[in-house]
């Protein structure tokens, strides 16, 4: 056969190759990936999946999968576990095959808050029902491996160990321990009276003022929620009888929280101090995504945990506070105390006996100041001559008519704006806080006055003014009348204080009743309510002194 003859052929033979290898992959493609107008199908009903789970909303993926009960419940977990800000799901590579199925992937970003972020990548499957396309349901859709009746869930973590609150001597005060809540859960209690009764006599030998009658009225107002009736110390748990796991509907559930190192110290310091140190705890408090499988320990999937805060120095004088306690207790009316460093204007320590808990008196409230200060007030009106600037300027100098925010003292809500400036301050009009009576004894024994502070390193925010100098012509008037109250006035009967200077005043029979003394570097006040306040506040300031 001739060369050109045998080149044809070769080359019509190659060409029917190509066509028969063409029309099997065509074959091939029929048989595997469709069309794009199937495509388009399936990617919007991936995308109504992803778009559901993104707005956290359950339900409605659990409707898009082919087990919508069990997608919905394991959603509901995950979702409800996670608490995240914000969900965002991407479809990817969606493959479509001819025999009605379908695979994909998902990357699911999680958004905690700043710099809080978990991603996951997971693959899934989908098929065409009569319905519509449905992804077909698998735990791993949400994580990979994920068993049946698992789910994700973000948590706090925290730095250790805790700060602890350090006193005036650099000595820890307070510090985080563990406690055990003592917990009823309404829906396993078949009989609330007899469970009420069962758990106070449990608990008896260590918290005897928590009654039936007390049990029973915190589940009514609970309205069916689980409550926890108190917490112990470890070491409390130890002095009861039974165990309080052993009553019908009632769980010791180990928690841990900020408690005063000697439970002598009863203080409304440290519910304002609990305050800031879980402000400072939440600053440094990290996170971490969990996979949680059922009867297995969580598997850490991701999250991020800085540095521990150092312990936080404050003020506070252990020994002061007994005294204080001891105090407030010398009347049955109500009694608080206050005692300021005179040098620094920081808060040493603060007490209130029952009738002034009762009362909710405050160390940061306003109440009128009778005429305790009606020295200090004449002396002010006197040197202003009437201008309402002066007025304001040389009560701010004496630490008066400001606003103090103390971090770990004002309490949330708490007041701590200036009150509204006056032409001139009398006794009708005014109102002071313990605080601000603190600050004002402060700064006659400074010269000038200081923002009160508790915590070393948090600085008070001051408002309707400044801290500054003393004015002579209002300083000099008011130590005198403090020395006069104490060699001839109300607080001259008072004994064991050398160098005592003090205002002593009432605001009628009914009080209040104040006192504001220096005396050893300190400086001590003493507010009560109901009548005879101004005595029974001299009471207490004599307990004082005797004590320390």
């Known amino acids: 056969m001739k060369s050109g003859v045998w080149a044809r052929l070769t080359v019509t033979r190659w060409m029917l190759i190509v066509v028969v290898a063409l029309t099997a992959a065509t074959s091939v493609a029929a048989c595997g990936i469709l069309g794009s107008n199937k495509e388009s199908e399936l990617s919007a009903a991936l995308h109504r999946f992803a778009d559901a789970i993104g707005a956290q909303d359950a339900t409605k993926a659990g409707s898009l999968t082919s087990a919508p009960a069990q997608a919905t419940d394991a959603y509901t977990s995950t979702l409800t576990s996670m608490r995240a800000q914000k969900v965002q799901v991407t479809v990817q590579d969606p493959v479509e095959y001819s025999d009605g199925s379908a695979n994909f992937s998902l990357t699911t970003s999680w958004q905690f808050g700043k710099d809080r972020t978990f991603t996951i990548g997971t693959k899934g499957s989908a098929r065409k029902l009569s319905a519509g396309w449905r992804v077909q349901w698998d735990p791993s859709l949400i994580a990979d491996g994920l068993p049946p009746g698992g789910y994700l869930r973000q948590v706090r973590t925290d730095a250790r160990p805790a700060p602890a609150l ?53 589940l009514d107002m609970a309205q069916g929620k689980p409550v926890t009736v108190v917490s112990l110390r470890d070491s409390d748990m130890t002095v009861l009888d039974s165990d ?181 301050l009398d006794s009708a009009s005014s109102r002071v806080s313990m605080l601000e009576m603190g600050a004002f004894g402060a700064a006659v024994a400074r010269g000038d006055a200081v923002a009160p502070t508790f915590f070393g390193t948090a600085p008070t925010v001051v408002s309707g003014g400044k801290v500054g100098a003393a004015d002579p012509s209002v300083l000099n008037p008011v130590r005198a009348a403090m020395a006069k109250t104490v060699a001839t006035g109300d607080a001259s009967d008072l004994t064991g204080a050398p160098g005592l200077n003090a205002l002593v005043g009432t605001n009628g029979p009914q009080g209040p009743g104040w006192f504001v003394g220096l005396q050893g570097g300190k400086v001590v006040v003493v507010y009560c309510t109901g009548a005879k306040s101004g005595t029974a506040a001299l009471q207490v300031a004599q307990k004082y002194f005797r004590t320390m």
């Open 166 to 218: 350090l006193s005036s001597t650099r000595q820890p005060w307070m510090s985080l321990q563990p406690v055990n809540d003592i917990v009823v859960d309404p829906a396993r209690v078949k009989n609330p009276a007899a469970t009420a009764s069962a758990l106070a006599a449990t608990l008896k030998p260590i918290a005897p003022l928590i009654t039936t009658s007390t049990i029973r009225s915190q």
């Open 244 to 424: 309080p796991d052993d009553v019908t509907g009632v769980s010791v559930v180990k928690n841990s929280d900020l408690l005063v190192i000697d439970r002598r110290i009863n203080t409304p310091l440290t519910a304002t101090a609990t305050d800031y140190w879980q402000t400072v705890r939440d600053a440094t408090s990290g996170w971490e995504v969990q996979r949680v499988d059922p009867g297995r320990r969580p598997i850490r999937l991701d999250g991020a945990q800085g540095p521990a805060a150092k312990s936080l120095s404050t003020s506070f004088d252990p020994n002061a506070q007994l005294t204080l306690g001891d105090s407030v207790v010398e009347v049955a009316q109500a009694a608080s105390m206050l005692v300021l460093d005179a040098k620094t204007g920081g808060v040493v320590a603060a007490a209130q006996n029952t009738a002034a808990q009762n009362e909710k008196v405050t160390i940061t409230d306003r109440y009128t100041p009778g005429t305790t200060l009606d020295p200090v007030f004449a002396a002010v009106n006197a040197a202003a001559g009437g201008n309402k600037d002066k007025t304001r300027q040389l009560a701010n100098g004496l630490g008066l008519e400001l606003g103090y925010m103390v971090p770990g003292l004002t309490p949330k809500g708490g007041q701590g704006a200036a009150p509204a400036s006056q032409v001139s």
